[in-house]
Nanobody
Framework: VQLQASGGGLVHPGGSLRLSCKAS????????IGWFRQAPGKEREGVSC????????YYKDFVKGRFTISRDKARNTVLLQMNNVKPEDAAVYYC????????????????WGQGTLVTVSS
């Protein structure tokens, strides 16, 4: 079981970025996947998760209406579309498998992939 996050980079405030979480060794459609982020000097926090059915999706309030999580089964990948990016969205973003609940708790997730850095700057 391996996950690899990618797609990070430099984005201007108000811009968009799409992150990908590529799964290897398992079918991404059979597992719940969560996105988390960690900004410098801060603890890692949950951002969004998608359950084993695409009907189960949760977002933290600070990204609701701006970020969209989705599953691309053909590519065995979970995507995080980030729109209207804000400076406070700058962080290293990680994906992991686990249990997708409304509060997106880290303790319920494992098999963490390497993160991808999102930098927000004008």
């Amino acid at each position: 079981v391996q996950l690899q996050a990618s797609g990070g980079g430099l984005v201007h405030p108000g811009g968009s970025l799409r992150l990908s979480c590529k799964a290897s060794g398992f079918d991404v459609g059979s597992y719940a996947i969560g996105w988390f982020r960690q900004a410098p000097g801060k603890e890692r926090e949950g951002v969004s998760c998608i359950g084993t059915t695409d009907n189960t999706i949760y977002y933290k309030d600070f990204v609701k209406g701006r970020f969209t999580i989705s599953r691309d089964k053909a590519r065995n990948t979970v995507l995080l579309q980030m729109n209207n990016v804000k400076p406070e969205d700058a962080a290293v973003y990680y994906c992991a498998t686990g249990a997708c609940t409304y509060n997106i708790r880290q303790i319920l997730f494992g098999s963490w992939g390497q993160g991808t850095l999102v930098t927000v700057s004008s």
